[in-house]
Nanobody, 123 residues
Framework: QVQLVESGGGLVQAGGSLRLSCAAS????????MGWFRQAPGKEREFVAV????????YYADSVKGRFTISRDNAKNTVFLQMNSLKPEDTAVYYC????????????????WGHGTQVTVSS
């Protein structure tokens, strides 16, 4: 059973930075795609970024491109999301996701979800 555990959320002022981590266990992730979605109150879950475990190719939502960077540490089975120049509209619960196939920006494509970590950006 795949387990995803997020950490690193918190409260930050606009313009600040946070780094989210997602520790994955239960499988060999060499063929997986892993990524991040977010959900703000009253809104649908939104794609943020995804990375291919095998080749490191990464894709981003337009809303975060140039500000967020997704990366992975193969040895530690951990995915990171470095978030810079944060804005109040980035406030949401951030979820780590995984699927044993190629990258996708659709939430329904992902088999495994973490419990989420809250990110709050104050203005």
């Amino acid at each position: 059973q795949v387990q995803l555990v997020e950490s690193g959320g918190g409260l930050v002022q606009a313009g600040g930075s946070l780094r989210l981590s997602c520790a994955a266990s239960g499988r060999t992730f060499s063929s997986y795609a892993m990524g991040w979605f977010r959900q703000a109150p009253g809104k649908e879950r939104e794609f943020v970024a995804v990375i291919s475990w095998s080749n490191g190719n990464a894709y981003y939502a337009d809303s975060v491109k140039g500000r967020f960077t997704i990366s992975r540490d193969n040895a530690k089975n951990t995915v990171f999301l470095q978030m810079n120049s944060l804005k109040p509209e980035d406030t949401a619960v951030y979820y780590c996701v995984a699927r044993p196939r190629g990258s996708s920006s659709s939430p329904s494509a992902y088999d495994y979800w973490g419990h989420g970590t809250q990110v709050t950006v104050s203005s």
